[in-house]
């Protein structure tokens, strides 16, 4: 099933040189269609260029495309690592397909995420240097690779060069439920049901979509939204601090409020349906997306944005603005525990 309702807009700039970065507005769409990223990070240009499938939030990493099934041995046939030496520069580009990898300057640990397809809090034991040296990684798949095997050869190429070693735990670690924070139910101001013609629109949409990809075509995309203001239908904006949605379950808002709060969120509020809603706060934590903890690196480099100091926390935001409160808990929550990973030896 194809979902082409969820745009996500970054704070983003086309710029060939840091020197010659203007803002623009440049978004990241969810198809199956490779997306463009570019990003300009307190004067650092950004130019990542990344596979983007079925997508419904900004997250740590992209979900595997579905396909057949996939041969766990199945690797690239040809792999080429080299560290950067500089790794104060920009960052490179990032283009994932089931045919080839281009990986340029960027730090591993974005790669590693991808491969293990859990968020940092879903982590443990990974070394601190997956978030500062940064590697160039040029790899080619066999001929006919799947987009499906994309997850495959990632994971194949870190045990393979990298030394990983992993294995799987449940753990009671701390979380947070999603709850209604008024005892009678009530909404908050910015949080509202989705109308019924914007909700025919997305069915339309998505019937589009199916149609699209039985004729192997790409699906419709659906308006883009705005750097500020309310998203237009079936659109939704999740930037750090500022957040518009239309169209949303609230389940699918849970991963960037997972990704902000650096814990699992779960949802305790009995909604179901979309909703339309926006949400103002104060940027307090890490980013959300693939490049969160490399935007908090190389946030320490520059000088940081002034912060409104009337604009709510992501708690407070919660409550006044869309009427949800965030309770604390302990739950099972399965991890991926690091037991090896190792600088690789250059090509």
Not at 17 to 26: L, R
Not at 94 to 113: D, H, K, M, N, V
Not at 245 to 257: D, M, V, W, Y
Request: hydrophobic share 40%; proline share 12%; aromatic share 6%.
């Amino acid at each position: 099933m194809f979902s082409v309702e969820a745009v996500i807009v970054s704070p983003i700039t086309w710029s060939e040189s840091p020197e010659n970065a203007e803002p623009t507005k440049t978004t990241q769409v969810a198809s199956t269609l490779t997306g463009y990223v570019c990003m300009q990070i307190r004067g650092a240009a950004v130019f990542v260029i990344v596979f983007v499938p079925v997508l419904l939030a900004a997250q740590q990493f992209t979900p595997t495309p579905s396909g057949p099934p996939v041969d766990p041995n199945t690797r690239f046939e040809v792999v080429s690592i080299k560290p950067v030496a500089d790794a104060s520069g920009p960052l490179g580009r990032f283009i994932p397909t089931a045919q080839r990898l281009e990986y340029s300057s960027l730090p591993i640990g974005w790669l590693l995420r991808q491969a293990l397809q859990k968020p940092d809090y879903q982590i443990v034991g990974a070394p601190g240097w997956i978030d500062t040296d940064r590697y160039t990684i040029m790899a080619k798949s066999p001929d006919g690779t799947p987009p499906s095997a994309f997850t495959t050869l990632l994971v194949n190429l870190l045990k393979d060069r990298f030394q990983l070693a992993t294995h799987l735990e449940t753990r009671d670690l701390p979380i947070f439920n999603l709850v209604m924070a008024r005892t009678d139910g009530r909404l908050g101001p910015d949080l509202k049901a989705t109308s019924a013609d914007c909700q025919a629109t997305i069915s339309e949409r998505n019937a589009a979509a199916e149609a699209a990809a039985g004729r192997g075509a790409p699906p419709p995309f659906p308006p883009l939204p705005g750097l500020s203001g309310p998203a237009p239908c079936g659109a939704g904006r999740f930037l750090t601090g500022n957040v518009a949605a239309s169209g949303r379950t609230i389940a699918q808002f849970l991963t960037p409020l997972s990704d902000w709060l650096g814990r699992p969120v779960i949802d305790k509020t009995g909604l179901t349906g979309l909703y339309d809603f926006t949400l103002k706060f104060a940027p307090e934590g890490r980013d959300a997306g693939p490049l969160g903890p490399t935007l908090a690196l190389l946030g320490k480099q520059g000088q940081a944005p002034p912060v409104d100091p009337n604009t709510p926390s992501l708690s407070a935001a919660l409550q006044e603005q869309l009427g949800l409160k965030l309770e604390s808990a302990r739950g099972p929550v399965e991890v991926v525990v690091i037991d090896r990973f190792e600088r690789p030896t250059p090509d």
